[in-house]
Antibody, heavy 119, light 107 residues
């Protein structure tokens, strides 16, 4: 059974870059059975899809964030990462990393990490 | 982008009730529809995928149906642990999208 764990700073200053890492255990991040993604949830609001990365390295991003977001994989560490540049207060949210099946459903989730954008 | 609309946004029910939540897609998504349950302070949990397939370990009182643009999540006999917020999500195309959520509260 997969386990995912987010890590990274809980506080980021406006205009800086938010960087989070998701460590995967219980399976290989190179497996063709899964692909990987990030979801966020502003306090008291709904879920927003950020983007996904396939084992081939192909990426898909939310158009509303596309110019600011990068998702990458580090197979040597069994991790994948999220970078979101030029953050504002509107980027304050709980960020979740997920595994995604071939059907596109999100079957495993990290516990989530709150990132606050504030000076 | 495909827009997902859930109804109702919130409602109250009692344990033992049968409840149905609806999710409508702005275009045909075949059966590329998943349902999640989220409790306060916790990550969402996958309940149903491919519109009607129950995720392993999920109680059989949960069921899903629909295809195309209209989908439903039914809880046949509400238990106390079912009071939560429910989200639908389409995986037919990018960008992926979620419904706005349905908060199920105790009456």
């Amino acid at each position: 059974q997969l386990q995912l764990q987010e890590s990274g700073p809980g506080l980021v200053k406006p205009s800086e870059t938010l960087s989070l890492t998701c460590t995967v255990s219980g399976g290989s991040i190179s497996s063709s059975n899964y692909y990987w993604g990030w979801i966020r949830q502003p306090p008291g609001k709904g879920l927003e899809w950020i983007g996904s990365i396939y084992y081939s390295g192909s990426t898909y991003y939310n158009p509303s964030l596309k110019s600011r977001v990068t998702i990458s994989v580090d197979t040597s560490k069994n991790q994948f990462s999220l970078k979101l540049s030029s953050v504002t207060a509107a980027d304050t949210a709980v960020y979740y990393c997920t595994s995604t099946t071939d059907y596109g459903d999100l079957d495993y989730w990290g516990q989530g990490t709150l990132v606050t954008v504030s000076s | 982008a495909i827009r997902m609309t859930q109804s109702p946004s919130s409602f109250s029910a009692s344990t033992g009730d049968r409840v149905t939540i609806t999710c409508r897609a702005s275009q045909d998504i075949s059966n590329y529809l998943a349902w999640y349950q989220q409790k306060p302070g916790k990550a969402p949990k996958l309940l149903i995928y491919a519109a009607s397939t129950l995720q392993s370990g999920v109680p059989s009182r949960f069921s899903g149906s629909g295809s195309g643009t209209d989908f439903t999540l039914t809880i046949s006999c509400l238990q106390s642990e079912d009071f939560a917020t429910y989200y639908c999500q389409q995986s037919y195309s990018y960008p992926r999208s979620f419904g706005q959520g349905t908060k199920l509260e105790i009456k």
